[in-house]
């Protein structure tokens, strides 16, 4: 059966758009300092944002293998998933959370009567946002999105890709884990180069003939 006109517009310019997205989002993404001082506008609106973009970004990772069924195909969709539920679980906590707590802390007459509480999320070994103690949610995000990230690099060279592309993934599997963050320069460096590797094999693709959708030549 032929694909939906609408398909083959959508898959490949999800492709490049969430992650694109992501990574000039998160080029405004706060550092925190004092997290009684937060910006929180900023800091909730980032937040927010990235619980859509997170999963888009993880989905528009496996439009790059889609149609695939070797190996590497099917652990950077295991992987993605892997990420997108980790990836929001730990921004709700560690970014929406604290921020609603910031923000009430910074409207009540005793502001440092909140601090405790903020710690105790901003701090903890599961949920936390601290990169002191590296928290789990955090680490098995970053993980996960290293492990699709390179499964992915090698599903596009199997299937044809030049190098451009095949090490652009890599980079974006390694810019979380070199920086430990997803706040400039992590982030924008991961998601960029995520939409350089999907814009560069859509343009080979057309190029060449090829579907992005499932890397193979038509008949």
């Not at 398909?7 to 300092?33: C, M, T, Y």
């Not at 103690?133 to 090698?154: H, K």
């Not at 190098?163 to 993934?169: I, Q, R, T």
């Amino acid at each position: 059966m032929a694909p939906h006109p609408l398909s083959s517009w959508l898959a490949p310019g999800l492709a490049v758009a969430a992650p694109l997205a992501l990574a000039v989002l998160e080029v405004f993404h706060p550092h925190p300092g004092d997290l009684l001082r937060l910006d929180t506008g900023v800091w909730l609106l980032v937040h927010y944002l990235q619980i859509l973009l997170f999963p888009l970004a993880a989905l528009a990772m496996t439009v790059l293998v889609r149609g695939r069924s070797d190996p590497a195909a099917h652990v950077c969709r295991v992987a993605m998933f892997v990420f997108a539920v980790s990836a929001v679980a730990f921004d709700v906590a560690a970014g929406v959370v604290t921020g609603v707590l910031s923000r009430a802390a910074q409207a009540s007459p005793a502001p440092e009567a909140w601090r405790d509480a903020i710690a105790t999320i901003w701090s903890h070994p599961i949920i936390g946002g601290s990169r002191e103690g590296a928290p789990v949610l955090a680490v098995v995000a970053t993980l996960a999105w290293l492990v699709g990230s390179l499964a992915a690099a090698l599903a596009c060279h199997r299937a044809g890709s030049s190098w451009g592309p095949v090490v652009l993934l890599v980079i974006s599997g390694l810019g979380l884990l070199a920086f430990r963050t997803h706040a400039w320069p992590g982030g924008p460096l991961s998601f960029g180069a995520q939409a350089g590797a999907a814009a560069w094999r859509l343009a080979e693709s057309d190029m060449a003939g090829v579907s992005v959708r499932d890397g193979r030549r038509p008949a």
